[in-house]
């Protein structure tokens, strides 16, 4: 059988590794099993969500409402934003999947920095496209102008703030990128973290508002982090109505379920909810940065629900990685990155403790 060339270089996305796979191979608890690795939200989903699931729960047979009416109404009213410039997506990256596809063909380039969310690439990949990426994790304006002017990619993509890293890029930055391209290249702005760096740092807050008024601009926003419905695979898109329309044709029918579809629009009404959970990872956050301090390690400055810790050369993040795992502690090793490094979620104060008390053991 013949595939299609272009999978030939493409990587499989590896996610995160599951609670199940730790009591299989080494026979732990589940409850005794703390996961770190997806960012996924501590605090589980808003109760008023919970509740909202199980009270429809016997309409899981039915097809949703393919329209998203009400989701999409939700979102338009709190991003001041007409409902025809919402697309829904079964988790944001599948609207990367329509952008990649309805954009691309092949020996595009796509540009991006030089570590970044993995998805784009392998999206990009698969419609033939190639890679570009910057010097630099962070998204530094001159080092995406200067690619820019060299390559002249198709699609820019910025993911602020960034995944794995944690690191953010500002408003005032995210706009000089953006004016500094043409019309014809499509800027990807991936706010899947949004709602924290916002909350960390005014000049951090992008919005869909502020992107709006680009015919060549998207903002992706999700409910599976600080709403925490990671399960419920519900992401959005927002953009000028010009090309949702086009990326509506790439869109398949019920590309989410019904549940799903409850879930997120009870999600969008509980922004108390976001706010406590917010307020939690500010609270623990601290305690890995003096953690990494104490140690003698450098940590980058997280505007996520996640840190990651850089190793110097002493230290190996797939040998500690790896140690982690077999006491029950799940963290995201960050070598397939090219770098020495993890990435941790941000956990309640007792995972949080767990981590610390294991990772000391590991590593002395």
């Known amino acids: 059988m013949k595939f299609n060339e272009a999978l030939r270089d493409i990587k499989i996305y590896e996610a995160g590794k599951p609670i199940e796979l730790v009591v299989r191979e080494f026979g732990i608890d589940a409850a005794d099993v703390v996961k770190l690795a997806s960012n996924e939200n501590p605090k589980g989903c808003s109760p008023k969500v919970a509740k909202a699931i199980a009270d429809n729960a016997h309409r899981a047979f039915l097809y949703p409402d393919d329209s998203f009416y009400e989701l999409k109404d939700a979102l338009a009213q709190r991003f001041s934003v007409s409902e025809e410039s919402i697309i829904i997506g079964a988790g944001s990256d599948q609207v990367l999947e329509f952008v990649s596809r309805a954009l691309l063909t092949p020996n595009d380039n796509v540009l991006m920095s030089k570590v970044t969310f993995a998805m784009y690439e392998i999206y990009a990949k698969q419609m033939g496209a190639n890679i570009v990426r910057t010097p630099s994790y962070e998204h530094k304006v001159d080092e995406f102008l200067e690619a820019y002017k060299e390559h002249k990619p198709k699609i820019v993509y910025i993911c602020t703030p960034n995944n794995p890293t944690g690191d953010a890029t500002s408003r005032e930055d995210v706009l000089a990128i953006i004016n500094g ?184």
Do not use: C, W
């Open 181 to 364: 391209v043409d019309k014809e290249t499509l800027v990807v702005v991936d706010g899947a973290y949004m709602e924290y760096a916002a909350a960390k740092d005014e000049k951090y807050r992008i919005t869909p508002n502020d992107l709006i008024g680009f015919e060549n601009v998207i903002y992706l926003g999700t409910f599976s982090k600080a709403y925490g419905l990671g399960g419920m695979r519900t992401g959005y898109g927002i953009a000028n109505t010009t090309l949702i329309k086009e990326l509506y044709k790439m869109r398949p029918p019920f590309n989410i379920t019904t549940l799903s579809l409850v879930a997120a629009i009870e999600a969008a009404k509980d922004e108390a909810f976001v706010e406590e959970s917010i307020a939690l990872h500010q609270e623990e956050i601290g305690r890995y940065e003096a953690f990494a301090k104490e140690n003698g390690f450098e940590y980058i400055d997280s505007y996520t629900n996640f840190i990651t810790y850089l190793f110097p050369d002493d230290m190996d993040s797939t040998k500690i990685s790896d140690a982690l795992f077999k006491e029950g502690v799940i963290i995201r090793n960050l070598a397939s990155y090219g770098m020495n490094a993890v990435r941790i979620t941000i956990g309640t104060a007792k995972q949080n403790s767990r981590f610390f008390e294991v990772f000391t053991r590991v590593v002395t």
